[in-house]
Structures are given as structure tokens and as C-alpha cells.
């Protein structure tokens, strides 16, 4: 069992950075790899970003890659998510999730279907 506990959300302008964490309980976080969400009001819950289980693959939506990076420090059981240029349209609530599967591409972890974590989201709001 994973208990996945986001932070770091806020109300920012447009252009600027936040970086959200997600701290993870158990010994078992290096074992699944971590994703990134984000749900809008009245929109489906979308895939952000993934990571791989020691880090060293990342795979991005196309609406943030360049703005956005993915990492994870294993030893202290988080996940981050570094956003940079935000734009209205990043507000959401982001969610962390954590998937127990094993693909080698990194693409197989867009669908929510393959997490089996979630943690329960915080509020991002990008002012124009």
C-alpha cells in the first residue's frame, strides 16, 4: 500500500514557476513509477508527466513538454513535478500517481488505468 500526499499548489501569474512535491509513505516508492495528473473543472483527468523508477526516463505531454520536468529522489520517497511559463489554461488540481507495471515504454503510462495510487490533489490556479 502507497499513501501519496501532493504539495506545492497555489494562485500565480501567468509566466511564472511553482513546484509541486508528492511525498510518498511506505518502503516500496523506488518499486513504481510516478505520474503526474491534472483535472480541470468539467474536464477529464489528463496525463502531465511520468517517470521511470530510478529516474533516468521521463515522458511528457506534448502541452508541457518544455515547461515542465519530472524528477524524483528515492531516498527521501518524492516525487516532483517543476513547472515553469504557466499559462490559464495549467490551472487545474494536479494529482500524483503511482503505478505498479512494468513497460518499457514510458508512453504506456498516459492512461490513468495503469496507476494503482492516487494521491488526493492540489489546487493550481494560473492567473492571467
Known amino acids: 500500500q502507497v499513501q501519496l500526499v501532493e504539495s506545492g499548489g497555489g494562485l500565480v501569474q501567468a509566466g511564472a514557476s511553482l513546484r509541486l512535491s508528492c511525498a510518498a509513505s511506505g518502503r516500496t516508492f523506488s518499486s513504481h513509477v510516478m505520474g503526474w495528473f491534472r483535472q480541470a473543472p468539467g474536464k477529464e483527468r489528463e496525463f502531465v508527466a511520468a517517470i521511470s523508477r530510478s529516474g533516468s526516463s521521463t515522458y511528457y505531454a506534448d502541452s508541457v513538454k518544455g515547461r515542465f520536468t519530472i524528477s524524483r529522489d528515492n531516498a527521501l520517497n518524492t516525487v516532483y513535478l517543476q513547472m515553469n511559463s504557466l499559462k490559464p489554461e495549467d490551472t487545474a488540481v494536479y494529482y500524483c500517481?503511482?503505478?505498479?507495471?512494468?513497460?518499457?515504454?514510458?508512453?504506456?503510462?498516459?492512461?490513468?488505468?495503469?496507476?494503482?495510487?492516487w494521491g488526493q490533489g492540489t489546487q493550481v490556479t494560473v492567473s492571467s
Open positions: 500517481a503511482a503505478s505498479t507495471r512494468t513497460y518499457i515504454n514510458m508512453s504506456y503510462y498516459v492512461p490513468t488505468g495503469v496507476y494503482d495510487y
